[in-house]
């Protein structure tokens, strides 16, 4: 993935405007965890329908998610042409607290059209706007792709931390507001005003220095040349698959680990213990450089995989004891968190791999492919995720759940997530790219320095 040698030339101002996004990001997520649990006890609305309209909305999420990488290779101000997208984080914030807000005096019918709304409002457009923007804003941003790796280790490290932050905070004061649909409105928006302020930093810190890095600029490519330029890229292909992969079955386990603190180990507020199993992946995220120099990012990841598959299945030994789970959980949580937190970077080999094999660079819309793919992954690993709850007969509003609802949330924890594992490891073994870079980059130099000698 490039040598560490370039660490000090991104500059710490660059660092942390980068790690504004994903800070704020991490915290939003923290609070998404619960929205399924807010949406079903809080509100009274049925597991599966919610699913349902997530999954739904995630369709529709993913398509704007192309719509979005062509408008950001069509744009061209004197901010650059992704930088601009990374302010769509404040907005993203607004219709979360908007998300949190659903009228309690609507009937039941309207606060699933109202949910949906505001559910892709959030999701389809906001975040998909700065989520596309990313690998070309960190391409166009850095003055040497090896420094990628470094910048997200970074900003990885800083989101991580406030993850377990946010993860260790958020139950608490979610188990306090209990069943006031108030108290949950109160809760987002407290978060929402400090956390856009500080996602706009991205913006504010983080310039960009070139457009495209190559003599034939995307933003000169009709959606003809584009889709062939994608069709062509085998790589960007397989790392959708594998995003698609690793977002659907970290989403099956995510989004029950509310419902698995409270049912399995008894205790909600439990889930601010399971949430510090995200130091492991701090702690990888700093390592993961020069793990990654030294052994490959690849064999990395591979072994990282393995551990979750170990991780995963662990949990069934000892289910309902939080210190089990807790180590159980330090095991697997390394595996998919730490591949996508460094899929931007993979986005951008897999743009001078496009580069190197049509002369054509594509930017904003292979950052569309990512996020599209980690959208539909999302939204059908909550909408199954529901949808197998309601199966095994969870019911939101029963004060005890039956044992093939506990079955089935303990499942969702544990094996589920373990298959998604090694249907990861199989599929990444056909993905190759990182061996061909120092090939491909030299290749790419060599027509740079051919052009301007002509």
């Known amino acids: 993935m490039g040598n560490t040698n370039s660490k000090n030339k991104v500059k710490m101002s660059v660092k942390l405007g980068w ?28 597991t599966a329908v919610v699913g349902i309209l997530l999954m739904l909305s995630k369709v529709f999420d993913g398509i704007s998610d192309i719509v979005a990488g062509f408008i950001i290779d069509k744009t061209h101000t004197r901010f650059g042409k992704a930088r601009p997208y990374a302010l769509a984080v404040i907005f993203y914030w607004i219709t979360l607290g908007a998300l949190f807000s659903i009228p309690v005096t609507l009937t039941q019918n309207v606060q699933y059209l109202y949910l949906f709304v505001m559910y892709t409002i959030a999701d389809a457009v906001c975040f998909t706007l700065f989520s596309c923007a990313e690998a070309p804003h960190m391409a166009n941003a850095l003055e040497d792709s090896s420094q990628s790796i470094v910048l997200l280790s970074f900003s990885r490290v800083i989101a991580s931390i406030a993850g377990v932050a946010g993860g260790v905070l958020i139950p608490q004061f979610a188990a306090n507001a209990g069943n006031d649909p108030a108290q949950w409105t109160k809760l987002a928006w407290l978060l929402a005003i400090p956390f856009a302020f500080i996602g706009s930093f991205r913006f504010i810190l983080v310039k960009e220095k070139k457009n495209v890095s190559s003599a034939v600029s995307s933003v000169d490519l009709n959606i003809k040349e584009t889709l062939l330029a994608l069709k062509g890229n085998k790589y960007i292909i397989l790392l959708g698959i594998l995003v698609f992969i690793a977002y659907f079955g970290s989403q099956l386990a995510s989004s029950v680990n509310t419902y698995y603190a409270k049912y399995i180990i008894g205790d909600l507020g439990a889930d601010s213990v399971l949430s510090l199993s995200l130091i492991p992946v701090i702690v990888v995220m700093v390592l993961l450089p020069v793990l990654a120099s030294k052994f490959t990012l690849k064999r990395v990841i591979n072994f990282l995989m393995v551990l979750g598959v170990v991780g995963s299945l662990l949990k069934l030994f000892n289910p309902s004891n939080l210190g089990w789970v807790f180590f159980c959980s330090c095991m697997s949580g390394v595996g998919f968190t730490t591949f996508y937190g460094f899929a931007s970077t993979m986005v951008i080999d897999c743009m001078d791999y496009g580069e190197y094999k049509t002369g054509k660079r594509v930017e904003g819309v292979m950052g569309g492919v990512q996020s599209f793919m980690c959208k539909i992954g999302t939204g059908f690993g909550g909408a199954i995720s529901g949808l197998l709850l309601s199966i095994g007969g969870y019911e939101g509003t029963a004060e005890i759940q039956s044992q093939s609802a506990l079955d089935m949330i303990v499942a969702l924890a544990s094996t589920i997530p373990a298959v998604f594992f090694v249907i990861f490891l199989v599929v990444y073994r056909k993905y190759d790219l990182e061996a ?12 740079e320095t051919d052009s301007q000698s002509e």
Request: cysteine-free; overall charge positive; charged content about 20%.
């Open 19 to 46: 790690s504004s996004v994903t800070v704020s990001s991490a915290i939003a997520q923290s609070l998404l965890a619960f929205f399924t649990i807010y949406a079903s006890d809080v509100i009274g609305l049925n």
């Open 436 to 447: 061909r870079l120092p090939e491909i980059r030299q290749e790419l130099k060599k027509r």
